[in-house]
């Protein structure tokens, strides 16, 4: 039989395992390598398509938020220049208040002209230079309304046609110097001051005429910029439009040139201003005769010192401590009756007129604190002491006029004093101690002379209620354990003082009045008393107590010099205790260890006749008991002595005279000119584009008004053809913020400047406040770009990012599989080999 070899069957399918084994092995390799188990379409087209087309969109999207950074760049520049203008604008406005103040001279407004025009010039240009990569962004070019962009309404279009021609020009090297002249035309600016005087003596009148006055201020000013690289584009857009019956031709040129330059500016400029200042004064006088009043001025709450002489007037509201540090000082009462007012005068001559005061503190209504306290009464015055219970025994220490150093009251008008209180029937404690004297005196201090001088009329009630009242101060003199010099009372002065005994429903109260009438008070001491010719007093005294006399020392242990009484004085007095029945004397030495000086009174006294208790007095003159002691008690034939203290009886709030009103009106007239000398040499080297487009189109005419956008500035923020910001940026020179015009001199031209300028602010504000929305919504648009491009980042690593634990069994798989085919296919190879070693 015939030996066959037959194909190796079994090698032949090992060695077809291996290869597919090993095309596995070598793609799990390489996405093992790559990390990725998509690396090209054939590891998955649809996979892999959609994969790319991620990728170009986080591409895009990556861009998107370069733009948007870029865009946001662009208009921070615009926005850090509309700020810049801003402040100008706000400088532009100090030098326009300052220019309409009348503190400048003419002068100083030139200065300040010169300022804002230069001011002027920065915002034009900021506006002309402020660019981003060559674009400028703030002379219009991407303002919202296109200029002019009212039209007529037109139909659908009929035809359209449009041609576009390009041209370049080669470089072109150019110098040019060019001077300028301007002159502006002179502006005349006249004031008039009008003010009126008053002359005692009749002045010269008549116009005069002051020569003109020229001042010239020349500067020169020199500025040289370049070389200046600078790129921009400006598009000119113009059309024509033919009408006929149905139809609109509208012929619409777009004109766009595009310069490059590279340029040197030299800039020379003389700027001169020439002002001439023509002064005219016209004097004119009318006489006027009569009494007038004084002007006042007024006090009003709040003021607390008087530094100037003059007139002055309460308001009706005043309250408080008013001090006087001047000389001849008039004060007019309010029109109605003031509450809590206190006047202390370091100086002297202080006028009252008319005033009404109400007091409830313990403070004098007028103290003088200097060596010399003058005090003229004119009309009718009233001051009112009103004390409230407290149980304190020295709550009304101080006197209500008072000085502490010789006090004068003079003048021929009336004062009326009252002290009370205002205590209704209360069982216990004290009520109302009054220890200072109501004119001299404070409680234990000095007072120096009192005079009251001729025709004065005083008027002083002390009137205490019910429980614990106690005047232990004397009416006028001085005050408990204090002192005062000679008392002198003057002729035709008429005095009233009365202290009556009230005590309700408690007849069994203390009611005490210890300080004499005129004199000392308790524990104190006065100088002599003199009362001279034609003196009028009516002094009335009623306690339960011991009372003072009408004249002369206090109720205990106080003293008094000299007591004279002088030819024609009339006097009522009256001093009683009606329930204990004990008086004191009209005129002398009070109860309780009292000294009084020897005492002198003319015969021709007119003697009131009075009631009194005290039999041991000599006609109620001399001492009270045996404890006092009193000089001689003598009656002197006829003596007449008149004092008046030269009492002054002229009011300084009136006044009678013969003046002249003076007119002086005053015409300035000032002119100013101006003229600028420019020299200005620019050499430049320019490249320029020109592309101008002409589209011809044929409209069907309709009665419509449409507006006209312009073309705004783009910054593309999405991967999309319509996802982008249009920016408008208005045009921010000097005359779209209608201030082109706008001047500073003279001060009328100031204050119409205040007006553009807050709508040139406004204007400018609303810029900036657009330019921060711009900016807001590129970084909103931003932050939504970043969210998108990681969202598909994260997308597209779910489809082609391998994962390696799976990969890495597959490997080892099939790189098992391989060399289990390896081996196989060596077998195979051995098994027919073995075969033909038997032909051997």
Not at 55 to 73: C, F, P, V, W, Y
Not at 603 to 631: E, H, L, R, V
Not at 632 to 652: C, F, G, L, Q
Request: charged share 20%.
């Amino acid at each position: 039989m015939a030996l066959t070899v037959a194909n190796n069957t079994s090698a032949a399918m090992a060695l077809g395992e291996l290869n597919k084994n090993s095309n596995r092995l070598s793609k799990d390799l390489k996405k093992i390598s790559s990390g990725t188990k998509i690396t090209g379409a054939g590891d998955g087209a649809s996979e892999y398509a959609i994969s790319e087309g991620m990728r170009s969109m986080i591409r895009a999207l990556e861009q998107d938020i370069q733009n948007s950074k870029t865009g946001r760049d662009l208009i921070k520049v615009a926005e850090g220049g509309i700020q810049c203008i801003i402040e100008e604008l706000r400088t532009l406005k100090e030098l326009a208040i300052n220019s309409a103040n009348d503190h400048n001279s003419a002068v100083d407004r030139a200065t300040l002209q010169k300022e804002f025009d230069q001011r002027m010039a920065n915002i034009d240009d900021i506006a002309e230079e402020t660019n981003y990569n060559g674009k400028l962004l703030l002379n219009g070019t991407y303002q919202y309304m296109l200029e002019g962009s009212k039209e007529m309404g037109l139909g659908t279009a009929l035809s359209s046609d449009t041609v576009t021609t390009v041209n370049t020009t080669p470089p072109v090297v150019t110098t040019t110097t060019s001077t300028s002249v301007r002159t502006s035309s002179p502006v005349s600016n006249t004031t008039r001051n009008t003010s009126v005087t008053t002359s005692a003596t009749m002045p010269t009148t008549g116009t005069t005429e002051g020569m003109p006055v020229t001042t010239t201020n020349t500067v020169r000013t020199t500025s040289t910029t370049g070389p200046i690289a600078s790129s921009n584009s400006n598009a000119v857009t113009s059309r024509n439009i033919e009408e006929d019956e149905n139809t609109v031709t509208e012929v619409r040129r777009d004109l766009t040139t595009t310069n490059t330059t590279n340029t040197t500016v030299e800039t020379v400029t003389d700027t001169t201003t020439v002002t001439t200042t023509k002064v005219s004064t016209i004097v004119s006088a009318e006489a006027v005769t009569g009494t007038s009043s004084a002007s006042y001025r007024m006090i009003t709450n709040g003021m607390n010192s008087l530094t100037e002489g003059g007139v002055w007037k309460f308001a009706d509201d005043y309250t408080g401590t008013l001090n006087i540090s001047v000389d001849n000082v008039t004060i007019l009462g309010a029109d109605t009756t003031l509450s809590d007012v206190y006047i202390k005068d370091s100086s002297s001559n202080l006028y009252l007129k008319n005033v009404s005061i109400s007091n409830t503190q313990d403070k004098s209504a007028v103290a003088f604190t200097g060596t010399e306290g003058i005090l003229h009464i004119i009309g009718d015055n009233s001051i009112t002491s009103m004390c409230t219970p407290i149980l304190n025994p020295r709550n009304l220490e101080k006197a209500i006029i008072n000085s502490t150093g010789n006090l004068s009251i003079l003048g021929n008008g009336s004062l009326d004093i009252l002290r009370t209180n205002t205590q209704s029937n209360v069982e216990g404690g004290l009520n109302a101690l009054h220890y200072g004297a109501v004119i001299g005196g404070n409680y234990a201090e000095t007072c120096g002379d009192i005079s009251i001088g001729d025709g004065v009329s005083l008027n002083i009630s002390v009137v205490y209620k019910y429980l614990g009242g106690f005047g232990f101060g004397a009416a006028i003199g001085s005050g408990s354990d204090g002192q005062c010099g000679n008392i002198s009372i003057g002729s035709n002065t008429n005095i009233n003082i009365t202290r009556p005994f009230e005590t309700g429903d408690r007849p069994d109260l203390a009611i005490s009045h210890q300080g004499a009438g005129i004199g000392a008070g308790i524990y104190g001491s006065c100088g002599n008393i003199y009362v001279y010719s034609d003196a009028n007093l009516y002094i009335h005294t009623s306690s339960n107590l011991s009372p003072a006399p009408g004249i002369g020392t206090g109720g205990a242990a106080s003293s008094c010099g000299d007591i004279e009484l002088f030819s024609g004085v009339t006097y009522d007095i009256l001093t009683e205790c009606p329930i204990l029945g004990v008086d004191s004397v009209f005129i002398g030495a009070g109860r309780n260890n009292c000294t009084c000086g020897n005492i002198d009174i003319c015969k021709n006294i007119t003697q009131i006749p009075s009631y009194t208790n005290d039999s041991a007095s000599t006609a109620g003159i001399g001492k009270n008991t045996d404890t006092s002691t009193c000089g001689m008690v003598r009656y002197k034939e006829i003596e007449r002595y008149e004092y008046s203290n030269d009492a002054d009886t002229t009011d300084p709030s009136v006044y009678e005279t013969t003046v002249y009103n003076v007119t002086t009106e005053t015409i300035t007239t000032t002119t100013v000119s101006t003229t600028v000398n420019e020299t200005k040499t620019t050499t430049y080297e320019t490249y320029t584009e020109i592309r101008e487009d002409i589209t011809t189109s044929v409209y069907e005419k309709k009665e419509l008004e449409v507006t006209r956008i312009n073309v705004p500035l783009i910054i593309h923020t999405g991967p999309k053809a319509n996802e982008e910001l249009r920016v408008y940026i208005e045009d921010m020179g000097p005359e779209a913020l209608g201030i082109l015009d706008v001047k500073i001199d003279p001060r009328e031209a100031a204050i119409k400047a205040l007006g553009k300028i807050d709508h040139a602010i406004d204007y400018a504000l609303d810029q900036a406040t657009q330019m921060g929305a711009y900016i807001s919504r590129l970084e909103q648009t931003e932050e939504n770009l970043v969210i998108a491009s990681e969202n598909a980042q994260s997308s597209e690593s779910t489809i082609r990012d391998a994962d390696m634990a799976k990969e890495m069994m597959a490997y080892t798989k099939d790189n098992i599989l391989t060399q289990s085919a390896q081996a196989m296919l060596a077998q195979a190879n051995q098994s027919a080999g073995g075969v033909l070693s038997l032909l051997q």
